[in-house]
Structure formats: C-alpha cells, structure tokens
C-alpha cells in the first residue's frame, strides 16, 4: 500500500525576533546558555498595571528591513511577521522565492491570539482625542489576526494557499500542522509560524482577566513552572516563522533539510480546566506520535508546554507519563520559554525553533529560573545538556482549552 502522503514536509529555514534575540543565531546563543531576559516592563502606559513583568523585544528596529509603505499599515506584531519570513526564506535560499516560483506555489499561515494592539490603541487615542478624522484606514486592518498571513503574502506575492488560526497558544503548532499538510497535497514552499505583540496597554489590561497570569514583581521568580513556587506564566512579545517545503524537492535544490514535520494532532478540554489537559494532552501526543509513525521510546527530547500554574504543571507531567510510561521519567524535558515569557501563539513556534536547533547541536537548552523540581520529570535546568537527538516532541496548550503536540525529526535522520 502507497502511503496517503508520499511527499514529506521539511523545514528548510528559521526566522526568529524574540526577546532575547533579533537574529536566529542570538537567539540560540542565548536559548543553549539559558539567558534569562525577563524583565520589568517599559512600555510607555503600563507602568501602574499589577503586571509588571514581561519578555519585551528590545533592539527591533523595523525600518531597518520593511518599506516604510508596509509599516504605516501594521502593527508590530506584524512587523516581527514580516522580518522573520525575511529572515525564514533567507536562510531556507529562498530570498528571491518570489522571483524564481510559480507565485500559485507559495503560501503563508501564521496563528495569531492577540491581533494588531499596539495599532489599534494608538488609532482609538486619536478618534476620542480628536475625533474621527484623525483616524486612518489602516485601522481596519492592522489590528486584524490575518494582518500578518495578508502582508507577507501581499509583499511576496504568494498566492498559493494562505491562512490564518485564530486561536490560544496552540494554535502555533496548529500553523505548522497546517503547512506541512499543504506540502503534503502539492504546495511547494509555506511561509509558517507566528509572531504576537500583547504588551501595548490595552492588550495588557485585557490579558489581566486570566487567572493564570503571573504578577510576580521579579523577574527571576515570576515564571516557574514544575516548582513549588509556581506563580503562573509570564507574557511575551515576538516570535518565530518557519520554512516548510517538500523534502526531496529541497534536497534537489541544495538546500539543508534542517528538519521534518512528522506527526501532529489536536483535542480540546476547555478553559483553564487544567485537570481535564492530562488526559486531553495525552491524546494529542499519541495522535501525533501515531502519524509519525514514532513508537514512545524514539523521543529524544520534550518542550514541555510549562505554563506554571501548578494543576497545570501536575497534569502536564502526568500527561507525558501516560504516555511514554517509564521512558517519560527518563527522557529530558526542557521550557526555554521560562527565559523570554510564554508568547501566546508565538511560545510554541519559538520551542520548534529552538527544537531544530537543538537537534542540530546536540544540546539540549537549560530551563531559565527554574531549580527545585516538584515533579517526576527529567527537567534540564541550569546548563545546556549534551544529547543525541534524532527526534523532539513539542507540546502546547491555550489558556481557552486546546492541547496540541507535534513531532519533529532531525533532517539527517529522515535522509538516512
């Protein structure tokens, strides 16, 4: 029997602007020395907010790699859209992509959580400060969660499948999912991943209603997870696009074949209802792990979700248990995200960068902040672990109740 997708789905190029690097080499240099950037927030508006605490993109200028006539239309989130697909295609030796392919045969999807904030704020100042007139048109779309799939298939000239996943965190590694089944059925490259912005003020007050929101005033202790002192998560801005094309066509090319999407699957056990996400996280992983075609054992490394709420930790743990039985207790878990803040639907694409990453190192990143254990996980903390690391398990949930998982593999082992 032929198998239902004869063409694999490859990652060919990382575009990264995170808190604690603009670049993908930063941002790695970092993630492996378990740099913590956290810090108290500076943005203009949001000093008498009970959040104090947040991973912000310092050193991003977006004038530097956008046209000015894409900026005055977007809003930051976007702009961290449009120079990490910059950045993805770059390094995937498809700069010119635009140039050298069938436009019909590239797409975009990005996830989105938290829309154009920062855009809409500054517009809604100015119509109740000064009045209709003073508000421009691009309000109607900067704000939107497509705004970034629009801009960088409208700026590239993709019109090859493009699409959007509204969703909470997971919805990240929905994103890819979705890419690397369009690959699957016969698109040549997808542009995937997804970056956020949720720190203008208005974006900040609203996120104050989620009860798993640390308001912890120092950075070192705000964002905790699997410990005692779990005090819920940290925010965060930026985020990660990915490369995904068919393999064998870019082996053809010359391209390096950094990794491959190898199973994926998806449940829902509602909001905040952290009890429910063991078994709802549980069935996520064996569906992914199902479409790999990857037996339990063959797991290398997890990026725990690691939200920091301790039902939440608990379950997650459990969840992990369940699934890989004693292995689960021996394989290394890792949540380099305690370093930068959880970035909604950008937290889970940082962890499949950083996964990549880390399988073509051999280094497993240290969890930032984070020491005493309270569960029964194999959590790399304090430094960088050396490992051989054929295949990753990156796991994600959304504060509004979805559970998600997805395979990866290292690009030599599925050449092998």
Same mark, same amino acid.
């Given at each position: 029997?032929?198998?239902?997708y004869p063409?694999?789905?490859?990652?060919?190029?990382?575009?990264?602007?995170?808190?604690?690097?603009?670049?993908?080499?930063?941002?790695?240099?970092?993630?492996? /020395? !378990?740099?913590?950037? $956290?810090d108290?927030?500076?943005?203009?508006?949001?000093e008498?907010?009970?959040?104090? #605490?947040?991973? +912000?993109?310092?050193s991003?200028?977006?004038?530097?790699?956008? +046209?000015e006539? %894409?900026?005055v239309?977007?809003?930051?989130?976007?702009?961290? =859209?449009?120079?990490?697909?910059d950045?993805? $295609?770059?390094?995937?030796?498809l700069?010119?992509?635009?140039? /050298?392919?069938?436009p019909?045969?590239l797409?975009?999807?990005?996830?989105?959580g938290s !829309?154009?904030g920062e855009?809409?704020?500054? +517009?809604l100042?100015?119509?109740w400060g000064?009045?209709?007139?003073?508000?421009?048109? %691009?309000?109607?779309?900067? *704000?939107f %969660?497509?705004?970034?799939t629009g801009?960088i298939?409208?700026?590239?000239?993709?019109?090859?499948p493009?699409?959007? #996943?509204?969703?909470?965190?997971a919805?990240?590694?929905?994103?890819?999912?979705?890419?690397?089944?369009?690959?699957?059925?016969?698109?040549?490259?997808?542009v995937?991943?997804?970056?956020e912005?949720?720190?203008a003020p208005y974006?900040?007050?609203?996120?104050?209603?989620?009860? /798993?929101?640390s308001i912890?005033q120092?950075p070192?202790?705000? %964002?905790?997870?699997?410990?005692?002192?779990?005090?819920?998560?940290?925010?965060a801005?930026g985020?990660?696009?990915?490369?995904?094309?068919d /393999?064998?066509?870019?082996?053809e090319?010359?391209?390096?074949?950094r990794?491959?999407?190898?199973?994926?699957a998806?449940t829902?056990?509602? =909001?905040s209802? *952290?009890?429910l996400s063991?078994?709802g996280?549980?069935q996520? #992983?064996?569906g992914? $792990?199902?479409e790999?075609g990857c037996a339990?054992?063959?797991i290398? #490394?997890?990026?725990?979700?690691?939200l !920091?709420?301790?039902?939440?930790?608990r379950?997650?743990?459990?969840?992990?248990?369940?699934v890989?039985?004693t292995?689960?207790?021996?394989?290394p878990?890792?949540?380099?995200?305690?370093?930068i803040?959880?970035g909604?639907?950008?937290a889970?694409?940082?962890?499949?960068?950083?996964?990549?990453?880390?399988m073509e190192?051999?280094?497993?990143?240290?969890?930032?902040?984070?020491?005493?254990i309270?569960?029964d996980?194999?959590?790399v903390t304090?430094?960088?672990?050396a490992?051989e690391?054929?295949t990753?398990?990156?796991?994600?949930?959304?504060?509004?109740?979805s559970?998600? =998982?997805l395979v990866?593999?290292?690009?030599a082992?599925? =050449?092998?």
């Amino acid at each position: 029997m032929s198998a239902p997708y004869p063409r694999r789905a490859a990652v060919t190029g990382i575009g990264v602007v995170a808190p604690n690097g603009t670049n993908t080499d930063t941002f790695w240099k970092s993630t492996r /020395e !378990g740099i913590s950037v $956290l810090d108290r927030i500076t943005r203009e508006g949001c000093e008498n907010l009970p959040l104090r #605490v947040a991973g +912000e993109v310092r050193s991003f200028e977006p004038s530097s790699s956008i +046209e000015e006539r %894409y900026l005055v239309q977007t809003d930051r989130f976007t702009h961290f =859209a449009m120079a990490a697909a910059d950045f993805a $295609l770059e390094d995937a030796r498809l700069g010119d992509a635009d140039a /050298e392919a069938s436009p019909f045969s590239l797409g975009v999807v990005t996830a989105a959580g938290s !829309g154009g904030g920062e855009f809409g704020q500054r +517009e809604l100042q100015q119509l109740w400060g000064k009045g209709s007139r003073f508000v421009g048109p %691009y309000q109607s779309i900067a *704000w939107f %969660y497509a705004a970034s799939t629009g801009q960088i298939s409208i700026r590239r000239g993709f019109k090859g499948p493009c699409s959007v #996943v509204a969703a909470d965190e997971a919805g990240g590694l929905d994103a890819l999912a979705h890419a690397a089944r369009a690959v699957r059925r016969g698109t040549d490259v997808i542009v995937a991943g997804s970056t956020e912005a949720p720190l203008a003020p208005y974006s900040m007050v609203c996120q104050l209603g989620y009860e /798993e929101l640390s308001i912890v005033q120092d950075p070192a202790r705000a %964002y905790r997870p699997f410990t005692d002192d779990a005090c819920g998560f940290v925010p965060a801005e930026g985020g990660a696009m990915l490369v995904v094309e068919d /393999e064998t066509s870019a082996r053809e090319r010359g391209a390096r074949v950094r990794a491959s999407v190898a199973g994926h699957a998806a449940t829902f056990t509602g =909001a905040s209802r *952290w009890e429910l996400s063991r078994e709802g996280l549980a069935q996520a #992983v064996r569906g992914a $792990l199902d479409e790999a075609g990857c037996a339990p054992e063959e797991i290398d #490394v997890v990026f725990a979700d690691a939200l !920091g709420v301790p039902e939440a930790d608990r379950a997650e743990a459990l969840a992990i248990a369940d699934v890989l039985g004693t292995h689960g207790r021996r394989v290394p878990v890792t949540a380099p995200k305690t370093g930068i803040g959880r970035g909604y639907c950008a937290a889970p694409v940082l962890d499949v960068a950083a996964a990549v990453l880390a399988m073509e190192h051999g280094l497993i990143p240290p969890t930032p902040n984070v020491f005493d254990i309270s569960h029964d996980l194999d959590l790399v903390t304090v430094r960088a672990r050396a490992a051989e690391l054929r295949t990753a398990l990156v796991l994600s949930r959304g504060l509004m109740g979805s559970n998600t =998982a997805l395979v990866l593999r290292h690009g030599a082992a599925e =050449a092998s």
